[in-house]
């Protein structure tokens, strides 16, 4: 059965990184790959923009292709997005499709601070989005959760629902969204960071450009 992989975070905005690396993930997985944006993120500041044009920067820029989705089911739910929540609906949608979380490595690294994050491999894979040759730095007690559910070949995990993970080697492009609103708040026009359908609608990218950021550039 073809996996159903997840691609969570604010997307605020959403940008070629994000886009890039759901795309590679969707080819190494063979997998439908479903970009989901957070309503309230438990770790980090809100979003500048709020839920309605975030999702309307996701339509536009995923417009004209079949191999990425969108699901919006945390900004339906409202409050804090807490991961294993989403992942407890989706299992109990999707039967023993397997299911993929994707995860950069940094966040993967962090993971024994999510909330029920052990619970995490009971509900799905996760698929950690690696640079080629990048070193790993896991905490031990996370190590030792992996040591006997690592495999090698993502195929490994269409044969069940959820327990294994596995590296996807990505091509690392370094955009932050941090960056990219530090640009629109200073009048710049960040051409090839951000897809190009989001320069179509000026109403889209209005809030980074009227929103004051600490943020300083360089």
Known sequence: MRP?????GTFDPIHIAHLAVAWEASELLDAEVRLMPAAVPPHRPPPVADAT???AMLRAALRGQDRLGLDT???????PSYTIDTLTELRAEEGDRPIVLLLG????AGLPQWHRWQALFEAAH???LSRPGGARAWPAALAEEVAARQVADPRQL???PSGNVVELEVTPLDISATRIRSLLAAGRDPRYLLPDALFDDPALLAPYREHALPEQLP
Request: proline residues 0%; charged residues 20%.
């Open 4 to 8: 159903l992989a997840i691609l969570g």
């Open 126 to 128: 996760i698929g950690v």
């Open 158 to 160: 269409h044969g069940q």
């Open 73 to 79: 089911r945390e900004l339906a739910r409202g409050g």
């Open 105 to 108: 490595a940094d966040a993967f």
């Open 53 to 55: 044009t975030r999702v």
